[in-house]
């Protein structure tokens, strides 16, 4: 592809986007499997623009209000990979594959854009919805715009070495001898965070389940459960069921762990993961709908049983913005809402899973207190039997610990532990309760 045809693509590729709302990445990816004459080059240069635009929309159209996907796609080269005008307009001749001329509104628009200065709301300049400010301003104080400059960047991949297969050590050898540059993650004791673009699917140590792709964070939330070997342990909201193939290894195949979740799509590949990974333990099962007022059919069996509920709980994942900076420019309060009386929901849910002496593992990847602390007083406010734990009384002895403060609930976020944004908050269930 031509450069021209590679700023075209990306131009369409936007389009869909803004005109269709579906996530960036599958919007991505249709355009990919649809583009087989696109090399893998001509993938990482559109890909580029796109996500240069999603994750700068905010100060784009700023610089150029009113501008569709075709203006900013031309404003991000413009303002933020510093390209001469006369370069755009090289580009955009109208040829094959090529994008059309600019129009005169277009020239004008480009010629006197600038980037917001420092007096800009903090909303543009740090691109996220405007309505969401006080949240992030409760969230993170002075420290807001460090915080969401972070939430800019472009995140990292990383592994968890699954110790029932390998380990650290071994892993990190692999990768080294296929030339992928790689080094142990700071704070999970089973990550590896890779330092260069790697196939990963090409690699025996992923095919046989030896890896898995998992946020270091993620791999913290799962770490501070403390799931233990013999113990009954439920995994609420699995999903596609990565934090419960990592439960499991930490439970080294003895106990149970039950994969749950409410759409059984969801947990379709997670039996031949689980495989793959040489895990015994773990079996899924699909919820019907809950009902607090009544007994809980699809989990009566559990009442009262599990030593460990955890709960990833649907959210915003706003903390997972790095990867998803098109998720920021979807989320409504309307949506927000909906997210809260879920978390409400399945918390109320496992609670009542819980055996005495067990615990409630709380966690979204998201950075608003309405779902992380407000859902988490509410919970205490609603469960007097349940107690809001220090997460350091839970973090294993001798492993570095992440620059958070001392008791109750742990946040992590990228500016702060290198990771996705995290909130995690362990509940242990009174032994007479």
């Known amino acids: 592809m031509t450069p021209a045809a590679r700023l075209q693509s990306a131009i369409e590729v936007l389009d869909e986007i803004f005109r269709t709302a579906r996530p960036a990445d599958r919007v991505f990816d249709s355009w990919s499997r649809a583009s087989r004459f696109a090399g893998s080059k001509d993938r990482a240069a559109v890909s580029e623009i796109v996500f240069t635009v999603l994750r700068r929309r905010a100060e784009l159209a700023a610089a150029c209000p009113g501008g569709e996907a075709r203006l900013l796609a031309f404003a991000a080269l413009h303002l933020i990979d510093a390209r001469p005008l006369a370069e755009i307009g090289a580009l955009a001749d109208g040829a094959r594959h090529a994008p059309a001329p600019l129009t005169g509104e277009e020239r004008a628009a480009l010629e006197r854009a600038s980037l917001p200065g420092p007096d800009a709301p903090a909303h543009i300049r740090f691109n996220y919805p405007e309505f969401l400010h006080d949240e992030l301003q409760r969230a993170f104080g002075p420290r807001l715009e460090a915080e969401m400059a972070a939430m800019l960047e472009r995140a990292p991949t990383d592994l968890r070495v699954n110790m029932l297969k390998s380990s650290r050590e071994k892993a990190l050898a692999v990768l080294a001898e296929a030339d992928i540059a790689a080094q142990p993650c700071a704070l999970s004791p089973w990550g590896i965070r890779l330092l260069s673009r790697a196939n990963l699917p090409g690699l025996a140590l992923f095919r046989d389940g030896a890896i898995e792709i998992q946020d270091e964070g993620s791999q913290l939330a799962c770490l501070l459960s403390g799931a233990r070997p013999g113990e009954q342990v439920v995994d609420l909201c699995a999903g596609g069921g990565g934090k419960s193939l990592a439960l499991a290894a930490m439970m080294g195949n003895r106990g149970q762990i039950y994969a749950c979740d409410i759409e059984g799509r969801r947990l379709a590949g997670l039996v031949p993961r689980a495989e793959r990974a040489g895990i015994r333990n773990l079996q899924t099962r699909v919820l019907a709908p809950f009902s607090p007022a009544g007994p809980d ?137």
């Not at 107690?387 to 294993?396: F, G, K, R, S, Y």
């Open 297 to 433: 059919a699809s989990l009566a069996d559990l009442e009262s049983r599990a030593g460990l509920v955890f709960v990833d709980a649907p959210c915003s994942g706003s903390g997972a913005w790095r990867r998803s900076p098109d998720a920021r420019w979807r989320l409504t309060p309307e949506m927000l809402a909906g997210y809260r009386a879920a978390q409400d929901e399945v918390l109320a849910r496992g609670a009542r899973l819980v055996r005495p002496g067990g615990r409630l593992v709380y966690v979204t990847c998201s950075l608003l207190p309405s779902e992380n602390e407000d859902r988490a007083t509410a919970f205490a406010a609603a469960n007097p039997g349940f107690a809001l734990q220090d997460w350091q009384a839970h973090w294993p002895e001798g492993q570095p610990a992440p620059a958070a403060p001392a008791g109750g609930a742990l946040r992590l976020s990228p500016a702060t532990a290198g990771t996705d944004g995290f909130f995690i908050a362990i509940f242990a269930r009174e032994a007479g309760a």
